[in-house]
């Protein structure tokens, strides 16, 4: 039935994506006769969404003037789509902050004007800025909020847009096994509407979960049908990210030994490294780079399995800056796992070791970001719950009696909440504490070993003057001995013997070498 259901919304788009271009080019030609009033404006809304997806620079050319007329209009409806629009940019370009200013200011007209409609889409934009920034919490309880107002207004696209974000929330969550019925019903609601781009954005994003799950031939499937889709519609937008997992899929199944039927098992990093390069080719050109890092980190991963160490470092850094520019925490974290793994190989301990304190830094504040957002969502829930019992309040008998014994529960609820989170958050701070501590005694231990590594090898003076300067100078000995071994029958002995007593025999025979050196003191 699965099946069956995406072939159908297939071949629907195929059908719909070949309009998409003469629906902006008839848009345009309207729009160029027309007054420039409020009809004018939500026509140019229409052609802000179609644009959205294929040029962000033009789209924003767009809304600047949507807003521009709607102040000269006083038409307050035609400012809230320009803010809801400022906030769809502004997630777009990770510009979170932005986004949401522009979005508070949206929702505050809403409930001036008292249109529930528009209201429940700008909600909705609120918590896609929120998932972005990775507060999914935050982000659900905002879909929910957008969900309850839609069962009023009937609002089909919107309910679909509420459950693809719901499924991603849970995707990335304890309750991944939610997200696959939710996808599958975005895409049938979407299908009923007829909103092509917004039918491969699921298809886009019911293909990472299914890379997640690690169903691999059906996400390349999947995968490829929605870049055929994109591409036919001209939606440059979801490429970048298509061809990005297409490639990861093909790593992954390279890195973990896995090859399916119908597969070969030599194309796989080949495919992965042709995938990747082409995402970052079409985000370079096209300007949609918010998930450009990532493929990065992916094209550091493959070249490093290639053993191309030199390739791999310029590739992490690469990844490095741009999720410093765009916050993306948790990508530092991971290329700098990255480069301490490509040095280890190199045999480069200083750089080895700097960048696996980096590591730990970073990945400990990537957990401490999920801990914050498990805070605000507990704060969330408790002011959710105190406005709730507020509003009941309100609708209860007016008996002073009764009003206080209510007044008494909402306070004794206040109090028990308020601790509540009060303690998780002590807890967390004292378990986050005791993290990083044991992360530190952890970097020790690992330095430790580094310097013992060293100084099995290598005398003290030459191991520190290593570790200090990351070279050492040759030094001129008068009198030195060196001895010459050779193990009679070594190769057939090798055969005979296990490697493990292989390794037992080579042990005793230098350890005995060692004992006799120092009993004479050479």
């Excluded at 510009?95 to 508070?104: A, C, V, W």
């Excluded at 929120?130 to 905002?142: D, I, P, S």
Aim: a neutral charge; aromatic letters at 10%; hydrophobic letters at 35%.
């Amino acid at each position: 039935m699965k099946r069956i259901l995406i072939l159908l919304t297939i071949t629907l788009l195929t059908i719909n994506g070949y309009s998409q271009q003469r629906e902006i080019d008839k848009l345009k030609s309207e729009l160029n006769g027309m007054h420039k009033d409020t009809a004018w404006i939500l026509k140019t809304e229409k052609l802000f969404k179609l644009t959205l997806w294929n040029n962000l620079e033009d789209a924003k050319s767009i809304n600047k003037e949507i807003l521009q007329i709607a102040n000269n209009l006083k038409y307050d409806k035609g400012i809230v789509l320009a803010y809801r629009n400022k906030g769809d940019i502004g997630w777009s370009e990770l510009q979170f902050d932005t986004g949401k200013y522009y979005l508070d200011k949206a929702l505050t007209i809403c409930k001036k004007i008292k249109d529930t409609r528009l209201e429940a889409s700008v909600i909705t934009t609120q918590g896609i800025t929120y998932l972005v920034n990775r507060q999914r919490t935050k982000a659900a309880e905002l879909f929910y909020q957008s969900q309850k107002i839609c069962e009023n207004t009937h609002d089909t696209a919107l309910i679909a847009l509420n459950d693809m974000n719901l499924a991603i929330v849970y995707m990335y969550s304890e309750g991944m096994e939610k997200s696959e019925p939710l996808f599958l019903k975005s895409l049938e609601l979407y299908q009923q509407v007829k909103d092509t781009n917004s039918i491969i954005l699921v298809l886009n994003n019911y293909s990472e979960y299914l890379l997640e799950m690690r169903k691999y031939p059906e996400t390349i499937s999947r995968i490829k049908e929605d870049i055929e889709l994109a591409e036919k519609c001209n939606n440059e937008y979801n490429l970048p990210n298509c061809y990005s997992n297409l490639g990861l899929c093909y790593l992954l199944m390279d890195t973990m030994k896995i090859t399916p039927a119908g597969f070969d098992k030599k194309d796989l990093m080949a495919n992965a490294l042709n995938y990747l390069n082409k995402s970052e080719s079409i985000a370079l050109k096209t300007g949609f780079i918010e998930g450009l890092g990532f493929t990065y980190s992916n094209l550091a991963f493959a070249n490093f399995m290639i053993g191309d160490y030199q390739k791999a470092i310029e590739l992490n850094n690469k990844a490095l800056k741009h999720g410093k520019k765009y916050n993306q925490q948790n990508l530092i974290s991971d290329s700098y796992r990255q480069l301490y793994q490509v040095y280890v190989s190199k045999n480069d301990w200083k750089k080895a070791l700097e960048n696996h304190e980096q590591y730990f830094i970073w990945n400990d504040s990537v957990k401490s970001i999920d801990n914050i957002s498990n805070i605000e969502g507990l704060n969330s829930q408790f002011e959710t719950e105190k406005k709730d019992n507020e509003i009941k309040l309100l609708d209860k008998d007016k008996e002073m009696q009764q009003q206080e014994i209510s007044k008494q529960k909402v306070i004794r609820n206040c109090f028990i909440g308020g601790s509540a989170v009060i303690l998780c958050f002590l807890m967390l701070v004292f378990r986050q504490r005791n993290k990083i501590a044991r992360q530190r005694n952890r970097i020790k231990e690992e330095k430790k070993r580094s310097d013992d590594l060293l100084l099995n090898i290598l005398p003290i003076e030459v191991a520190e003057e290593l570790k200090q300067n990351g070279s050492s100078a040759a030094r001129d000995y008068e009198m030195a001995t060196v001895m010459f071994t050779d193990f009679k029958d070594f190769t057939h002995i090798a055969e005979q013997l296990s490697p493990a007593k292989l390794v037992a025999e080579i042990d005793y025979c230098f350890s005995t070498f060692d004992n006799i050196i120092h009993k004479h003191g050479i």
